[in-house]
């Protein structure tokens, strides 16, 4: 399975973006809207931080606190596409986010031995 994640910018501080991650390279009888997703990203210096995850559909989704009520993670199956919505950027938004599959729904960690695949990562800078 291959994950490539696309949006990426340069914000202001309160801006908005929209990150894309399309899933591709799943065998047969596989299908993208099978799997569970999740955000995770990496600030300058930092761990990897989990940021949100989302059920087979778009009706089961749960956000890392530094996040609720400004991110919106959705899924779109019939285009093997995860988003992330991105609104009231920080500057400690800062970040590599990547698009990832976590081995179980519970994941709500950054380490990567909980993830099955890892897409390249797209980058968000928030600076005035």
């Known amino acids: 399975v291959q994950l490539v994640e696309s949006g990426g910018g340069l914000v202001q501080p309160g801006g908005s973006l929209r990150l894309s991650c399309i899933a591709s390279?799943?065998?047969?009888?596989?299908?993208?809207?099978?799997?569970?997703m999740s955000w995770v990203r990496q600030g300058p210096g930092k761990d990897l931080e989990w940021v949100s995850k989302?059920?087979?559909?778009?009706?089961?989704?749960h956000y890392a606190n530094s996040v609720k009520g400004r991110f919106t993670i959705s899924r779109d199956n019939a285009k093997n596409t995860l988003y992330l919505q991105l609104n009231s950027l920080k500057p400690e938004d800062t970040a590599m986010y990547y698009c990832?599959?976590?081995?179980?729904?519970?994941?709500?960690?950054?380490?990567?031995?909980?993830?099955?695949?890892w897409g390249h990562g797209t980058e968000v800078t928030v600076s005035a």
């Open positions: 990832a599959m976590p081995k179980s729904y519970s994941t709500a960690s950054g380490a990567r031995n909980d993830y099955r695949y």
């Open positions: 390279g799943f065998d047969f009888g596989d299908d993208f809207g099978d799997h569970y």
């Open positions: 989302i059920g087979f559909d778009n009706s089961v989704t």
